[in-house]
């Protein structure tokens, strides 16, 4: 007879069979899907811990000449999160609006004229940094005893909250090259973000690729967007966590998965990542990490 160990799993609720964290309220994910994308918005659509904050972020400074958010407003208030708030919040938004969302791309609202901004991150990385989110925000989990193995085996199986980290990448991968989308790696905005930058502007406009060649304004862009000075402001921006938990911008790193990973592990997700890329074009995205 084989023992298995039980391993812990965070508590979700489910949409359909989609998972979402406890404290999102069920009618926000209705409303949110239900959403009619207008040709000026802009999505910022990403798997969770993927870099979702740093680009709304980024997308706002340019839209605003490199001016940071006042001392009043937060992230979360000028670029709501898409299925949490529902469809009511975000049009009362100015435009353009800037929407956060974690949706599969055949979830996501849809326009022609939309602009979709998407970031995608290692998956090892990403399971980290999610296993972090995910112990710290205990009334969306309960799972602030968990440990980074069990949290392994739940993203390892895409049971995890908005699904499995390849059905979204996959699918939107399947999209880099509609006009309407950007296509970005969080690994290739840490190497060079002046360069990240200048590719979103020119897809969001000329007119954005005229402010930052402004130099003043280029580096108040790149001041206000370093890890440094969004882990200064972060206190107001997201919900309180435990003073045992890490911070919600933590450590913002390529390369911290070997800290946690076991060799199984890594072979597993390895293997993983090799048979769902298989043909897609995916398959050497990230050989260097
Ligand atoms: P880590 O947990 O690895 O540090 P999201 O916003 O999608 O939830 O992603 C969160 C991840 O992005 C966290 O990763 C966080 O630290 C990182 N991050 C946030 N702001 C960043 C910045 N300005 N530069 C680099 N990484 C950043």
Redesign the pocket.
Known sequence: MTLEREFKKPRYYLHNGFRMPMGFPPEGFRSGISYQAQPSDIFIA?Y???????TQ?LVWLILNNGQPLSASQTISEVSPHLEEVGKETITKLTSPRIIKTHLPYNLTPYHLEASYIYIARNPF?CA??FY??TRGFIKHYDFANGTFDDFFECFITGEVDFGDYFDNLVLWYEHKDDDNVLFLT?EA??SNLQKAIFKIATFLGSKYVETIKNEQVLNQIMTH???ES?SKKQERWSSKRPENM?P??????VG?WKNYFSPEQTKRLRDKFKMRTLGTGLENLWLEV
Do not use: A, L
């Open positions: 990403t969770p811990k993927c870099g979702t904050t740093w972020y990385d980290v940094s972090h989110h969080y905005m840490k967007s370093n890890f969004m890490p919600f911008i933590r450590k913002g790193e911290d």
